[in-house]
């Protein structure tokens, strides 16, 4: 079973910019696609961004689309989410997930996930 470990969450205004990143447990961390997810209050988790196991292809949410970029290494057994641009509307848990496969982390549910981290964009 993979565990993941999200961090770097907090409280950033609006404008601002913040990393997430997500480290695996597993060593075979390249096998895996992995997708980035989140919650805001009241709504449903959906879709934020997603990568290849190799990094060279990534799939982003329209909403994050030239604001968010998703990256790996490897040889950390991390991925990342680089925020930036941050708007209130981003306010929410954001999950990292292992995906069967990057271009389906958007239409198939993950079957591991990490215990979220939380980001809150004031105004």
């Known amino acids: 079973q993979v565990q993941l470990v999200e961090s770097g969450g907090g409280l950033v205004q609006a404008g601002g910019s913040l990393r997430l990143s997500c480290v695996a447990s597993e060593r075979t961390f390249r096998s895996y696609a992995m997708g980035w997810f989140r919650q805001a209050p009241g709504k449903e988790r959906e879709f934020v961004a997603a990568?290849?196991?190799?990094?060279?292809?990534?799939y982003y949410a329209d909403s994050v689309k030239g604001r968010f970029t998703i990256s790996r290494d490897n040889a950390k057994n991390t991925a990342y989410l680089q925020m930036t641009r941050l708007k209130p509307e981003d306010t929410a848990v954001y999950y990292c997930?292992?995906?069967?496969?990057?271009?389906?982390?958007?239409?198939?549910?993950?079957?591991?996930w990490g215990q979220g981290s939380q980001v809150t964009v004031s105004s």
């Open positions: 997930a292992v995906c069967t496969a990057y271009y389906k982390c958007h239409t198939t549910e993950p079957e591991y």
């Open positions: 990568i290849s196991l190799g990094g060279s292809s990534t």
